[in-house]
């Protein structure tokens, strides 16, 4: 009588099955490390590129320089400021900064001179208890040591003029006719932006605020307070 073997069968993995498990393993770590990866990099690559543009936009900055002064002349029968001026450099040796103006002047005639080729970067606004202009007519002169463009560079000091007013120069400054308003047309060589003859004249105990934009970086931002009486020239420090 035969009898037949009753063992248990037993079932088990190759090595070459257990290479390929391992294989797709590793391959899906891979992957998934790389994709995890690229997304740090990516991460940090915008976070450096934000850090550089936080820091282009200090370096940028405009900075004032000394004091701040306001000139005063007659409009008819009143005495007026008209016109605004101080000195600003570069802040922090900053990357160079435009301050091509949109007006000329040269003390003759009537200034300031709209200069219809200029191309602006830089807009200034002025601001008080009556009115706000939001695109002031100005004018720079560079001081001291400068390559003779409009570009604010490390080391270089501009004076900014602020025109409330169109001066004529022909007539003195206690004359009449001294200081007019603007008529908001560049025809006759006049300044547009100011104050017009619906505005209020800048008188005595006004508090103003000026603020500088330029094309990359911080706006700068000055206030100021007039005099209780109001002089020819006057330093508002």
């Known amino acids: 009588m035969n ?25 899906v770590a891979s992957v998934f490390a790389f994709t995890v990866l690229s997304a740090g990099v990516f991460s940090s690559e915008a976070l450096k590129q934000t850090i550089f543009a936080g820091l282009k936009e200090t370096r940028s900055r405009l900075r004032q320089n000394g004091g701040v002064f306001a000139f005063s002349a007659q409009a008819g029968t009143t005495q007026t400021v008209y016109k605004i001026v101080f000195i600003v ?11 091509t103006p949109p007006y000329t002047t040269d003390e003759s005639g009537l200034d300031p001179d709209f200069d ?15 009115q706000r202009k939001g695109d002031m007519p100005w004018s720079v002169r560079f001081i001291g040591n400068n390559n003779g463009d409009n570009l604010m560079e490390d080391g270089e000091k501009a004076e ?14 206690s004359a009449a006719s001294a200081v007019q308003v ?4 560049t ?6 932006g ?10 005595k105990s006004t508090r103003f605020v000026v603020e500088l934009t330029p094309q990359i970086g911080a706006a700068l931002t000055i206030q100021r307070n007039i005099p209780p009486g109001l002089r020819p020239v006057m330093n508002l420090n």
């Open 3 to 27: 009898q037949r073997g009753t063992g248990l069968r037993e079932r088990g993995i190759t090595g070459l099955e257990t290479s390929i498990v391992l294989i797709a393993f590793v391959v």
């Open 182 to 185: 603007m008529d908001t047309s």
């Open 89 to 99: 450099s570069n802040s922090l040796a900053g990357e160079p900064l435009d301050l």
């Open 194 to 203: 100011g104050l017009t003859a619906t505005d209020t004249l800048v008188g």
């Open 187 to 192: 025809a006759n060589g006049g300044g547009i």
């Open 160 to 173: 900014i003029t602020i025109w409330l007013l169109d001066r004529d120069y022909s007539v003195a400054e």
């Open 116 to 130: 219809a080729a200029a191309v602006p970067a830089t807009i200034i606004s002025y601001a008080d208890d009556n």
